[in-house]
């Protein structure tokens, strides 16, 4: 094969393009990535992972303002916001030079630039110092997602933050409006509120996170407002205007013209596919027409032949995990082998204070489709971890089918949700029932005895809890 031909080309190094680029290499198939910008893509340098970065910041800081209760005398502690950026960015640095060591290992070429589509098989490749052309038999498009954009006034006024920018701060400002309280949206807020920003969060819809279980939405508001977040939820902002030194949103809520002023304003309503300047119509590659997508089977392939698709660029479900799960999935394809995609059991992980974790369907989903289904449920205030940890707040909430006693979803908030979700995502996945999670020792004391007693909850009742 010649040096500009390969069996496979990957366009964007996201977690869907760099974990196909080592699927691809571990098979031996002659493998090209390509990237434009940095190497792990938006999650790994502006999303993902520096935002658990400022999480954990966030997380010790709070702990340290809270250390009397755990008899603690500490003193005068204040952050130093250019060192928790720092910070970020040499975990930041660290990562991305471990995928740089994997992507060698495993014989993968790197190309930096811009890519474009001449054919279906032929791509540009277009940086500062040349252009060049390759050429590969299979194709996978990983080019992810940006930032969405409201058609609001004044929303392109200068020095409105995005998701991005945001994480590149110089210092805290005293206030800020955050637009948008998705999962993005919400994490800011609790990371900027436990940094002693003052924080309000405006909210199109009437509900959090919406597509999250409901009562666990109403938890994470209530989490909100005991940590002083202003939240405004049912609220449409219809402009923002330049204010002293800093902005003013203006919002109607209830068929009343409101408004608030904030020294930042960060722009967190979603994120939308991104293919800009790939020319897929040189290829012939078909979108969608609404959210402008690249159209996949559950194979990750395209309409047209020897051409994949993979992460937030499908618009299936835009979460890394799942991203590199449909990498995977697209290179066992090209191989040979039939894999297809489920999106069933897909866990959701939202790094807020106290975290959420999501799988399956939830309580209203059930409802919705007409499903005969029960609901176990455990606080996590009888749970002795827990309380050690000094927390109290949250709760295990596990769907099941009514008769069969199959798990179909479950939610949970509170301490280290975001891992207990994995044993229910296998539940879902493997479509355990209640009786056999039940059924299962779970090791004292952890937060996952709250898992079990759910299960209980399910099957007779729980033990260290009465309703």
Same mark, same amino acid.
């Given at each position: ?67 009397? *209760? @755990? =008899?603690? +005398? $500490?003193?005068?502690? !204040?952050?130093?916001?250019?060192? %928790? ?5 040499? &975990? ?101 509120? *436990? @940094? =002693?920003? +003052? $924080?309000?969060?405006? !909210?199109?819809?009437?509900?959090? %996170? ?5 009562? &666990? ?251």
């Amino acid at each position: 094969m010649g040096e500009n031909k390969y069996q496979i080309a990957i366009i964007g190094s996201g977690p869907g393009g760099y974990v196909a680029a080592l699927r691809a290499g571990y098979y031996g198939k002659k493998t090209v990535l390509i990237e434009k910008e940095m190497l792990g893509g938006t999650c790994l340098n502006w999303g993902c992972i520096p935002t658990k970065a400022f999480v954990r910041s966030a997380e010790l800081f709070s702990d340290i303002k809270n250390a009397k *209760s @755990f =008899g603690l +005398e $500490v003193e005068n502690a !204040e952050v130093n916001f250019p060192a %928790v950026v720092k910070r970020k960015d040499q &975990i930041v640095k660290r990562l991305v030079g471990g995928i740089d060591y994997l992507l060698k290992q495993n014989n993968v070429v790197k190309l930096e630039g811009r890519a474009s589509f001449i054919d279906s098989k032929k791509l540009k490749i277009e940086n500062e110092d040349k252009t060049e052309e390759i050429e590969a038999e299979n194709i996978i498009i990983a080019t992810g997602s940006k930032a969405a954009e409201l058609p609001i006034p004044g929303a392109d006024l200068d020095g409105i933050l995005d998701s991005r920018e945001v994480l590149d701060l110089k210092e805290l400002p005293e206030s800020m409006v955050i637009i948008g309280g998705g999962i993005i949206g919400m994490e800011f807020a609790f990371i900027f509120s *436990s @940094f =002693g920003v +003052e $924080v309000t969060v405006v !909210e199109y819809l009437e509900q959090l %996170v919406s597509g999250v279980d409901s009562e &666990i939405a109403k938890e994470l508001l209530r989490s909100a407002k005991r940590r002083k977040i202003n939240v405004k939820t049912s609220s449409e902002v219809k402009e923002i205007k330049n204010y002293s030194d800093g902005y003013e949103v203006i919002y109607l809520n209830k068929d009343k013209e409101k408004s608030v002023k904030a020294e930042k304003i960060l722009m967190a309503v979603g994120r939308k596919p991104y293919h800009q300047g790939l020319n897929l119509e040189n290829a012939g590659v078909e979108i969608t027409e609404r959210r402008k997508a690249v159209k996949v089977n559950k194979k990750m392939q395209t309409n047209v032949d020897g051409i994949y698709a993979v992460g937030d660029v499908t618009d299936k479900v835009l979460l890394a995990h799942v991203a590199s799960h449909q990498g995977v999935i697209a290179v066992e394809n090209i191989m040979g082998k039939d894999k297809k995609m489920s999106y069933h059991a897909v866990p959701g992980a939202i790094f807020s204070s106290p975290e959420i974790g999501t799988v399956g369907l939830s309580e209203d989903e059930a409802k919705e489709q007409g499903i005969d289904y029960k609901v176990g449920s455990f606080p996590f205030a009888a749970n002795g971890k827990v309380l050690a940890m000094g927390e109290r707040n949250g709760k295990v909430k596990i769907i099941a089918e009514k008769g069969s006693n199959k798990i179909i979803g479950a939610a949970v908030i509170g301490l280290a949700a975001s891992d207990l979700i994995a044993e229910l995502t296998l539940a879902v996945n493997l479509g355990l029932t209640a009786d056999q999670l039940a059924e299962t020792i779970h090791a004292h004391p952890t937060t996952a005895e709250t898992i079990h007693e759910a299960a209980l909850d399910l099957t007779s009742s729980a033990i260290h809890f009465s309703s």
